[in-house]
């Protein structure tokens, strides 16, 4: 009788050890939401953002629930240019904004800010909370700056060579266009220093200062080869030039080559800022 009942005693602990060990690998694989959060004038996803003062700042997200409904969406800002109240969204939300019924599993919202006019950096928090008390966060820190220190809005360049005469529209970046070589345009400097730069530095530079910063950490090259001369072309190359006191960030994007009477015409086109 003693053995029976330490027997039984052994099964029902060995049975609240098990629950009690399945409740908390439950409670541990529990997947909380997951957040997307995209800041759309920028295309940042989350990084730093450098503005000039009264811009605006427009947030898209895309909340989706893991093992729990979502329940909360809130909004923060910490720093130079608090907002409060939080705007209301463009789906007429308030936030904190408790989740209704239809948006439980995906919850996709767009919230526009200006940026303010204090110099400085403000904090931009979006958080989904779901009934579980799991929650995704995403903050964006954005600096606002002096328009004297701010890169300008992109411009559109175009440079050309016809047959052998020098090549057009380089000269105010310091750079000239005078051969072909290899099945290259060769562009060289005219004054100038000038760097390659990585395709992303097209928007991660915003400021004079970091284009300054970009120029002078790079090796200089004294020929950009980039460019076809024998068949149009779509490219993504980045420069960073400084001439005459101004540095210049030039996106290289299309070209095209034709036939003709004059030879061959190339023409290079993309964008600039400075």
Known sequence: ????KLFTLG????????????SDDEEADAVGPVLDVTENMSGSTGAEITVTPGSTLQFIWDARKGDADLETFSVSTVGQN???????????ETFPHPISNSQEALYIDTLEFNSGSNLGVTSYTFTVTDELGNSASRTFDVSVISPAEALSAAMPFTWERVGGADGTGLSNFGLEWVENAGGNAIISVDGATMVQLAPGQWNSIETQEDLETAIEGE???VTYTGVSSNQGDIYNDVLGVSYQGNNYLINILN?????GTLGTTIVITGNYKN
Do not use: N
Request: one cysteine or more; proline letters at 6%; aromatic letters at 2%.
């Open 1 to 4: 009788m003693k053995k029976r």
């Open 11 to 22: 099964l029902a602990c060995a049975a609240i050890m098990f629950t009690t060990s399945c």
């Open 82 to 92: 608090i907002v409060s109240p939080v705007p209301t969204s463009e789906s007429g």
């Open 219 to 221: 090796d200089v090259i």
């Open 255 to 259: 070209s095209t080559v034709t036939g």
